[in-house]
């Protein structure tokens, strides 16, 4: 074997131990001093120490960053940190924890936040129910496939983030989440959203993009908080009128790679101008959308209008000139470019430094085609 290979992994182990000891001195540091944070992050730890459950000076821990370490074992974790009676900031990000969550992880009853992103876990436990002081839950990049309906207890939950899993329904509990405020749900197989979303009034982020969504309740048009909207990659036909009356505060929204072909009147709906906010519209690879409505002009705080690969969108209106703050308007073909407009029409934004990305300029009078 090369000795330099040798002198690799030697540097290595040293890393390791270096990492480990750095961990272990600033555990140290919190029963010396009694402080109420530690970050024993990237420590590459296999286990917790039993001195974080047996000294009583650990429980003035109120925050613990545990990611990017080895931690595999979920009973023996929570086990330890059992001990922390005033836990209420855990991250665990990160780390080799692998199918049921252990059912100890329940009884840190003062948890207000908990990151466990990036792991392998499948299932929660019923015990979750005691969390009933939960505000941020964040379990992205793992292996879930329903969320239990004990979470319907997170009366104070404000940020739930399951992105990146196998989840093919919302739970019908979240209608108890009355303070929710940010929902990533991207990156999985659900198939539906429940009606009881329509409870979650504070609701201002909600992201269902990359999901197999053929509709969307129409309870969710009472979410008037909204100012994010993103179902991007869905099978959505339709996107009514309601919502876009409703969504007085939305910011942005996104609807490209759906399958809308009817959107009252087989467009963008008239009742778009009422979303006077709304600074980002992207609804891109849909086939049959046809036409932009004159009420566009409404949007003043528009920055950017995408329609690209919309083959069947021929024309921009007049109006569209009329938003003022649009710097990016984008209506490229694959092929040959489809949507036409007027040479004053491009003038006017082009006079206003906006950005166009693809479309024909017709041809003044009196000029060869």
Not at 184 to 194: F, H, Q
Not at 223 to 242: D, M
């Amino acid at each position: 074997m090369c000795p330099r290979l040798g002198d690799a992994y030697a540097r290595s182990e040293a890393v390791l131990d270096v990492r480990a000891d750095v961990v272990f001195s600033r555990l140290r540091k919190v029963v010396k001093y009694g402080l109420e944070t530690l970050d024993a992050s990237g420590g590459r730890l296999g286990f917790l120490p039993d001195e974080i459950r047996e000294r009583p000076e650990m429980a003035c821990l109120t925050n613990l960053n545990l990611s990017r370490n080895q931690l595999f074992n979920s009973d023996h974790v929570f086990g330890i940190l059992l001990g922390l009676k005033n836990l209420k900031k855990l991250d665990l990000t990160d780390n080799f924890f692998n199918g049921v969550l252990s059912a100890a992880a329940g009884r840190l009853r003062e948890l207000e936040e908990l990151r466990l992103d990036v792991n392998q876990i499948t299932e929660l436990p019923a015990a979750v129910d005691m969390w009933t002081e939960l505000r941020v839950f964040s379990i992205s990049h793992n292996a879930l496939t329903v969320l239990p309906p004990q979470v319907g207890d997170w009366r104070n939950l404000e940020d739930l983030n399951v992105r990146n899993n196998d989840l093919r329904m919302l739970p019908l509990e979240m209608g108890r989440w009355a303070k929710l405020r940010r929902l990533l749900a991207g990156g999985n197989g659900i198939l539906e959203v429940p009606a009881e979303v329509g409870e979650c009034s504070e609701l201002e982020v909600l992201d269902l993009r990359g999901n197999t969504l053929s509709e969307l309740p129409p309870e969710l048009a009472r979410c008037t908080s909204l100012a994010l909207l993103h179902v991007g990659g869905n099978k959505i036909s339709e996107f009514g009128p309601e919502m876009c009356e409703a969504f007085v505060n939305l910011q942005e929204l996104y609807l490209y790679r759906n399958k809308i072909t009817s959107l009252p009147p087989e467009a963008i709906p008239a009742e778009i101008g009422a979303c006077s906010g709304l600074a980002e519209l992207y609804i891109n690879n849909n086939q049959k959308f046809s036409s932009v409505p004159t009420s566009i002009s409404g949007l003043k705080m528009l920055r950017e209008l995408s329609a690209r690969r919309c083959k069947a969108l021929k024309s921009l209106p007049s109006e569209l000139a009329k938003c003022e703050n649009l710097k990016e308007l984008d209506v490229r073909s694959d092929k040959k470019q489809t949507c036409k407009m007027t040479p004053e029409f491009a003038a006017a934004l082009k006079v206003r430094r906006c950005n166009i990305r693809g479309g024909v300029i017709k041809k003044g009078k009196g000029k060869k085609a």
